[in-house]
């Protein structure tokens, strides 16, 4: 099982950047793949990014694409998500999730994930 929380959310004006962090316990998470997904007010959740059970591989959505940076530190069980030259449509509830399986890429697909924090709130002001 995995457990997750995160933090790091907040109001930024567009331009900015913040820093999400997904904190984890459970002792499988440093074999789970992990990603993040936001949803929007009135619109469904969708992916951001992905990072696999490893570290090195990476995915995001196009909307994200060079601004946005997913990381993990399996010593810490800690996995981030870095987000430069934010813009109002980024505004949304962000969650971190783990994957349903272990050892493989990060999916796109949030039905793949069995694992979820509660939310934090990003608000990006223009």
């Known amino acids: 099982q995995v457990q997750l929380v ?16 997904c904190a984890a316990s459970g002792r499988t998470f440093s074999t789970r793949a992990m990603g993040w997904f936001r949803q929007a007010p009135g619109k ?28 993990r530190d399996n010593a810490k069980n800690t996995v981030y998500l870095q987000m430069n030259s934010l813009k109002p449509e980024d505004t949304g509830v962000y969650y971190c999730a783990g994957d349903r399986q272990r050892f493989r890429f990060g999916p796109r697909n949030g039905a793949e994930y069995d694992y979820w924090g509660q939310g934090t709130q990003v608000t990006v002001s223009s």
């Open 6 to 21: 995160e933090s790091g959310g907040g109001l930024v004006q567009a331009g900015g950047s913040l820093r999400l962090a």
């Open 44 to 71: 469904e959740r969708e992916f951001v990014a992905s990072t696999n059970w490893s570290g090195p591989s990476t995915d995001y959505a196009d909307s994200v694409k060079g601004r946005f940076t997913i990381s």
